[in-house]
């Protein structure tokens, strides 16, 4: 999947308007964050809908695989986990809060 082209990507300017109702804490909690990174509520609110989006639809990405492909990962989906020392002891070890 190509990444979506943002009008700074891509060079194009903004010619199409998204208009959304929201409540005033939402909009106060947008403003913040968007002062928080120094960019414009509009920039803030499609950069990070953009970045969801694609998220969401490289979610749903579907492979086929043949019959024999198909053995083979399963088996390796119901083969055990190798012995991994590390990741072993960092769940060993308490978290900072537990402290």
Do not use: H, Y
């Amino acid at each position: 999947m190509q990444p979506i082209e943002t009008s700074e990507s891509s060079g194009q300017t903004r010619d199409i308007n998204i208009n959304i109702r929201a409540k005033r804490t939402q909009r106060d909690l947008i403003d913040q964050a968007a002062e928080f990174l120094g960019k414009t509520r509009s920039d803030f609110m499609l950069e990070t809908a953009c970045r969801e989006a694609e998220d969401v639809l490289l979610d749903q990405r579907v492979f086929t695989l043949d019959a024999e492909a198909f053995k083979k990962f399963q088996a390796m989906l119901d083969a055990p986990p190798s012995e991994n020392p590390k990741l072993r002891r960092l769940m060993a070890t308490p978290a900072p809060w537990e402290s």
